[in-house]
């Protein structure tokens, strides 16, 4: 069978900011997005307002017009109402994007991990791409099981990382796909044992806007306190404790650390408890507020354990900000240089404390404009160029 070179995707949510179908829009080979919800701007305010939708992210994008998307509400509310042990709404998007591609199964796929198993499967000769944007959830559990077999405050944790019956689904997907595309070299490592012969994995970096070009005469004057600020939530593999406990234990003098913060795991709150230090911690801020903070800060730290790639660090970069992550993230992906950021092994407490006191000992105001500038090459209109050759490879 031929394809007609036009593509469905699917997933729930904004994921992405619709970059991968907005990419295909652009070249004109969307076939349709299927997603659970998509609306304009004023809609998507309404409902966030009124507590409806929970994530301020925008439900739209000026690439995607309405007759390009098929909606599935059920599964927005399967997963709004918690409705996951009886079906989720993954699940319920995976079903309609294999209902819909029986139909028309002259298109082409490109989709999202986790909902592309039953495409997949009764998909023959048409081009099947997986978005694989989080690593392989075993490798994962590994490095959190690890990670919390260190903290005693964390021990009830150890047994929760089991495999799941979702695991088998994605190493499906994986076997079945043509090609992956990841946004990270970590997300790409995590797959090599799984990948079979010559399959092959492509590492596209997401982009981000240029926070300190749009944002310049906001920027704040020199400082004499360096402020580090983490933006995230408060789940394990965030990575919060370890900065927490780095902070508490030695915190780089002069110096002050906010934390942007929502969903914090119970069994991190006692590390946020003992906190010990000049801490702020803020919730619930519009994207707007989170611009002013990266501009009123010197350092990012994002300590995580595991990241599919971390897009609040191409952020902080883009408005200027010296960044500390992991290697499991997407710094090594980046390949920046050493006046930009730092990049310390994951779970150690004492490399994050000697990059933070480190960082704080520079002069980091007369470098902001440097900083920024390296984050430039890393735009979406690049990563939807690439993305349009990776489906075009193909023809």
Not at 75 to 96: C, E, L, P, T, V
């Amino acid at each position: 069978m031929s394809y007609s070179r036009e593509y469905f995707v699917g997933f729930a949510g904004a994921r992405d900011n619709y970059e991968v179908p907005a990419a295909l829009a652009q070249q004109g080979t969307l076939s349709a997005l299927v997603t659970d919800l998509y609306l304009p701007k004023i809609i998507a305010g309404a409902l966030h307002s009124s507590g409806i939708i929970k994530s301020s992210a925008p439900r739209y994008t000026r690439y995607i017009e309405l007759h390009q998307v098929i909606q599935v509400p059920s599964a927005f509310m399967a997963d709004r109402y918690n409705m996951r042990k009886a079906i989720s709404g993954q699940s319920i998007i995976a079903n309609k994007i294999k209902s819909i591609h029986l139909r028309l199964p002259d298109r082409g796929l490109f989709l999202y991990a986790g909902y592309a198993y039953e495409a997949f499967k009764s998909a023959s000769t048409v081009p099947k791409i997986l978005f694989q944007y989080h690593p392989y959830r075993e490798f994962e559990r590994n490095i959190l099981r690890e990670d919390a077999k260190k903290w005693p405050e964390l021990s009830k944790l150890v047994d929760s990382y089991n495999t799941l019956p979702e695991d088998s689904r994605n190493i499906r997907e994986i076997e079945l796909a043509d090609i992956i595309v990841c946004a990270s070299e970590f997300t790409a490592t995590s797959l090599r044992g799984i990948v079979q012969g010559s399959k092959p994995i492509f590492v596209v970096p997401y982009g981000a806007n240029n926070i300190f070009e749009q944002k310049r005469a906001r920027l704040q004057m020199p400082h004499a306190v360096k402020r580090f600020l983490f933006v995230g939530t408060g789940l394990h593999r965030k990575g919060l404790h370890i900065l927490l406990r780095s902070w508490s234990l030695n915190r780089p003098p002069n110096s002050r650390l906010t934390l942007v913060v929502r969903n914090v795991e119970f069994d991190i709150t006692s590390f946020i408890e003992d906190i010990r230090g000049d801490v702020d911690i803020v919730s619930n801020i519009s994207r707007e507020q989170l611009s002013q903070m990266y501009l009123s800060h010197d350092v990012f730290v994002l300590p995580s354990l595991v990241e599919g790639f971390g897009h609040v660090i191409l952020e902080a970069l883009s408005a200027g900000c010296y960044v500390i992550s992991t290697e499991n993230s997407c710094l090594p992906t980046l390949k920046l240089p050493s006046f930009a950021c730092a990049a310390v092994p994951a779970s150690d407490v004492n490399a994050l404390s000697m990059a933070m006191n480190d960082a704080a000992k520079m002069e980091l105001q007369s470098t902001r404009e440097s900083i920024a500038r390296v984050a430039v090459d890393f735009t979406w209109d690049n990563f939807r160029r690439t993305i349009i050759s990776i489906a075009d490879s193909f023809g």
